[in-house]
C-alpha cells in the first residue's frame, strides 16, 4: 500500500501519514480484515521515525478505521468501508478545479466551508 | 481443470499404470514360489536389513506407483492453460514415467531374486542403478511424445499508469508476499512432525547428524514463505523475513514495471524464490496477480503481492524520474 509524505509542507508528519492512510482506505488498497503494513517497514521506508507511525496508527485508530491489536498489528476495521465512489468524485473535482486554476488551498477552504454548513 | 491432452495423459499416467500394473501382476504371480516372508530392505552393501512378507511388495508397487501417476496428473491438469504445456510442465509429465519405472523395475527385481535364493545378498546397487537408467531413457523417449514446450508465460505484462509524485514528496509502498496461512500452517505442521520423528530417530539410533534435516526444513521456510516488498525512490526490494536472501532492482535499471497473471507450477514450477525457465527471477506465494519489473538488461524478476498495480505504477515513475 503507498505512503506519502512531504516533510516540506509545515503539516505534522504522523497527520500527513493519517491522511495518505484515509486516502488508500479510501481507494481500495487495502480492505477491512486486511493488515496494513508493520510500523517498523513504513519507518523504514519513509525514513521516518517508527514512534510517528505509530501515532497515525493510533489516530485511524481513534477514528475507528483500524483495530490495533497486540500480535497482529494493525487491521482495517470491518466498519471502515472503502468508498471508491468519494474517491473518484474527488478525483474529477480535482480534475475539473485545475482545469479553472483553482488552486489546492482554495478548493480546500471550499470544501471545509461545506462541511461547517 | 482443463482438459489434459492425450499424449500428456499417456506419458503422465497411461504408462506409468500400465507399467505398474504389469509389475505388480508379475510379482502376484511369483508369489507361490516366494518364501512367506522375504526381504524388503537392504543395507548398502546388499545385505537384507529389513523383512516383510512377501505379498506387500506388489501391495507397494500397485499403492507406490498408482499414486505417482495420479499425482502428477492432477497437478498437472490442475496448471496445464492453453495452448499447451510448458517446459516445467513437461519436465512433471516425464517424471511421472521415471518415477513409476523406477519402482515397478527395483521391486521386481527384487523379488525375482529371491525366487529361489532366498534372501541372500544382492547387487542392490546395480539394481537401483538399472532401474534408473531405463527410468531416464524412458522418460526421455516420453519428452520428445510430448508437444513442444510453450514459453512459460501465462499471461503478457499489463501496463499500469504511473503513480504522481510532486516534486519534494516522499512516496513509498510497502507490501507483503506470504503464502497462505493455510499453507503455511501446513508447512509448520510438518516441521514439528519431522523434528519430532527425528527426535525419536536420534534418541533410538544415535545418529546425531539427522538434526540436520529438521534444521534445514527450517531454514528453508523462513527463507521461502514470507517476504517484504518495498519499492522506494531507490527502486525495487524484495527480502525474505531474515533479511536474506534479498532482491533488488535500483530504479535507474528499470525498464518496465506492470502486472501478470500468474500460475505458479506452470511458469516457475514451483513456490519460494524461483528461477523460472524463460529466465524470470520469482518470488512466489501464491497464484494470480503479481507485480512483473522487467531490467534494462532484459532480465525480469516477478512477485506475487497485492495491489501491484500500485507497486508497479511508482516503480514506473520513479524509473522514468531517473531517466530523464
Known amino acids: 500500500m503507498l505512503f506519502r509524505v512531504d516533510p516540506a509542507s509545515g503539516i505534522p508528519i504522523f497527520e500527513q501519514l493519517a491522511a495518505s492512510l484515509r486516502a488508500e482506505l479510501a481507494r481500495g488498497g487495502v480492505r477491512p480484515g486486511e493488515r496494513l503494513p508493520g510500523a517498523r517497514d513504513v519507518a523504514d521506508a519513509l525514513q521516518i521515525n ?3 507511525v505509530l501515532k ?5 485508530r481513534d477514528e475507528g478505521l483500524i483495530d490495533l491489536r497486540r500480535g497482529r498489528g494493525a487491521v482495517v476495521s470491518a466498519d471502515a468501508v472503502p468508498a471508491p465512489e468519494i474517491h473518484s468524485a474527488v478525483r474529477s473535482l480535482v480534475a475539473d478545479a485545475r482545469r479553472r486554476q483553482i488552486g489546492v488551498a482554495t478548493l480546500i477552504a471550499l470544501i471545509r466551508e461545506e462541511y461547517s454548513r | 481443470m482443463t482438459r489434459l491432452s ?13 507399467l505398474t500394473v504389469v509389475a505388480a501382476a508379475v510379482q502376484f504371480a511369483w508369489l507361490p514360489q516366494l518364501p512367506a516372508s522375504v526381504a524388503v530392505h537392504w543395507s548398502a552393501d546388499g545385505r537384507p536389513d529389513g523383512y516383510g512378507p512377501a505379498w506387500s511388495l506388489p501391495v507397494l508397487t500397485l499403492v507406490a506407483g498408482l499414486g505417482i501417476a495420479v499425482l502428477f496428473t492432477l497437478i498437472l491438469a490442475g496448471s496445464v492453460r492453453e495452448p499447451g504445456p510448458t517446459a516445467t510442465q513437461k519436465i512433471l509429465a516425464v517424471a511421472a514415467i521415471f518415477a513409476a519405472t523406477d519402482v515397478a523395475l527395483a521391486t521386481t527385481a527384487s523379488l525375482a531374486v529371491q525366487r529361489d535364493a532366498g534372501a541372500g545378498p544382492v547387487p542392490i546397487g546395480a539394481f537401483v542403478g538399472g532401474s534408473v537408467v531405463l527410468g531416464l531413457a524412458l522418460a526421455a523417449g516420453a519428452w520428445f511424445v510430448l508437444p ?17 509524485v510532486a516534486p519534494g514528496e516522499r512516496v513509498v509502498w510497502v507490501g507483503y508476499a506470504r503464502f497462505p496461512t493455510g499453507v503455511l500452517l501446513a508447512l509448520i505442521a510438518t516441521v514439528v512432525l519431522v523434528t519430532g520423528g527425528v527426535a525419536f530417530a536420534i534418541a533410538t539410533s544415535g545418529m546425531w547428524w539427522l538434526a540436520l534435516i529438521p534444521f534445514v526444513l527450517l531454514v528453508a521456510v523462513l527463507t521461502t514463505t514470507a517476504w517484504r516488498v518495498r519499492v522506494d525512490a531507490e527502486g525495487l526490494t524484495v527480502r525474505a523475513m531474515l533479511g536474506w536472501p534479498a532482491i533488488r532492482v535500483p530504479a535507474a535499471e528499470v525498464s518496465s514495471a506492470g502486472t501478470t497473471q500468474l500460475v505458479p507450477l ?19 506465494t501464491r497464484s494470480g496477480t503479481a507485480l512483473e519489473v522487467r531490467r534494462r538488461d532484459g532480465r525480469a524478476v516477478v512477485v506475487t503481492v497485492d495491489d501491484a498495480a500500485t507497486a508497479a505504477g511508482l516503480l514506473e515513475a520513479y524509473a522514468s524520474a531517473r531517466a530523464s
Request: overall charge positive.
Open chain 1, 50 to 52: 517508527i514512534h510517528t
Open chain 1, 56 to 60: 497515525a496508527y493510533q489516530l485511524l
Open chain 2, 6 to 18: 492425450f499424449r500428456i495423459l499417456l506419458v503422465s499416467l497411461l504408462v506409468p499404470v500400465v
Open chain 2, 148 to 164: 513442444r514446450a510453450v514459453s512459460g508465460r501465462a499471461t503478457p505484462v499489463e501496463p499500469v499508469a504511473a503513480v504522481e
Open chain 2, 266 to 284: 506452470g511458469e516457475f514450477g514451483g513456490y519460494g524464490l524461483r528461477s523460472g525457465l524463460d529466465g524470470r527471477l520469482g518470488v512466489i
